[in-house]
């Protein structure tokens, strides 16, 4: 089992900036891909980023240049810099960890809310 909370979510402003964080628990071990995901009112769930085990890195072409996944190993933590938001980048976030024998774990999400 693993545990995923997310945090970090609130209103920017257009072209400001917002760091999300999922804090991961369980069998961390167990963790091949995680992931940050997000879904608008009425749109389907989307991938935004994800970090393997090996540091590998892909991104939606929507967010590339403007948002970064990273990872603490020692804060067991997974984070998304985000930077030049725009309205369009309003959605609840959602953290995602895909395991070896490829079960997948999600949080709660965070709402990200881009607006004037």
């Known amino acids: 089992q693993v545990q995923l909370v997310e945090s970090g979510g609130g209103l920017v402003q257009p072209g400001g900036s917002l760091r999300l964080s999922c804090a991961v628990s369980g069998s961390r071990f167990s963790i091949r891909t995680m992931g940050w995901y997000r879904q608008a009112p009425g749109n389907q769930r989307e991938l935004v980023a994800t970090?393997?085990?090996?540091?590998?890195?892909n991104y939606a072409d929507s967010v590339k240049g403007r948002f970064t996944i990273s990872r603490d190993n020692a804060k067991n933590t997974v984070y998304l810099q985000m930077i030049s938001l725009k309205p369009e980048d309003t959605a609840v976030y959602y953290c995602n960890a895909l395991t070896y024998d490829t079960r997948d774990y999600w949080g709660q999400g965070t709402q990200v809310t881009v607006s004037s």
């Open positions: 970090i393997t085990r090996g540091g590998t890195t």
